[in-house]
């Protein structure tokens, strides 16, 4: 059986990794290369570095800060953000990516997910979902529409259909963000989770509303995602308290759980 992955999500702003809560009232952190550091330090199975400003901005991702992270950790590292085309791609590739994130420019051009996918590799191209519940309906038969531009544009698109459709045009990963339960500490969002892990052939993320250990127990019991995002849960001045990457592993593996395991650094 293949282990789970635990995920760090730096959404970074103006070099400093900051949290919001359903996608509003940022706060900042601290330095994103300091951050990286942390929490690879911490034995984190993977990160995951978005500029999310850039679309937004209509500015390239800021390449020297994704290299500077990326010499800091050596796990899987996806980054996203102004990701336009394959040249957007081939840069942050050789800045020190292992893997590629779209997210609203797939929506707006579907292919540049196909694009990529031939150029680079299925494995290397991640497609996020801004996912929000309202309600099943003809036009939305899963219940969940995708949004887009930090959940501020709705499309009107199903968000199971498009979890389809990106796998089908070569998407190798597919990360669900809940817009409901994003900064609310109160669990993943498991129905549409489950809804897109169950249907697909690709691993399938979690992320969105993580705050107690028995939120990941639940995402990986209750569904079929194969990672989980826990920024909150390592970091967020909004949490009671905060936890490490071994505490969680710890009580994983203690309730079946498969992860990778916590391995205590040598004594020098």
């Known amino acids: 059986m293949l282990a789970n992955r635990l995920i760090a999500c730096f959404d970074v702003i103006n070099g400093k990794v900051t949290k919001a809560s359903q996608f509003r009232d940022n706060i900042d952190i601290e330095d994103a290369v300091t951050a990286a550091k942390r929490v690879y330090d911490m034995q984190i199975d993977e990160l995951i570095f978005y500029d999310v400003t850039a679309s937004a901005e209509k500015r390239p991702i800021d390449l020297q800060l994704v290299e500077a992270v990326g010499r800091e950790v050596f796990v899987p590292y996806t980054v996203g953000g102004g990701i336009r085309n394959l040249t957007d791609m081939y840069n942050v590739l050789k800045s020190g990516a292992e893997k590629i994130s779209v997210d609203s420019m797939a929506v707006r051009n579907p292919e540049i997910i196909a694009q990529g996918a031939k150029e680079f590799g299925s494995q290397c191209i991640v497609l996020s979902t801004q996912v929000k519940r309202v309600g099943r309906s003809a036009k939305i038969p899963s219940g969940y529409e995708i949004a887009i531009d930090g959940a501020r544009v709705f499309t009107g698109m199903d968000a199971l259909e498009w979890a389809r459709r990106g796998a089908g045009l070569g998407a190798g990963e597919i990360v669900v963000n809940s817009i409901d339960n994003d900064g609310t500490h109160h669990g993943y969002d498991l129905e549409i989770t489950a809804l897109i892990a169950d249907e697909l052939r690709i691993p399938v993320v979690a992320s969105g509303g993580a705050g107690r250990m028995e939120h990941l ?35 994983l593996h203690g309730r079946g759980v498969p992860v990778r395991p916590y391995v205590a650094p040598r004594a020098t």
């Open 217 to 251: 127990y639940d995402v990986f019991t209750k569904t079929q995602a194969s990672a989980g995002i826990i920024s909150s849960m390592l970091y967020s001045p909004r949490l009671e308290r905060n936890f490490t990457v071994r505490e969680i592993k710890e009580y």
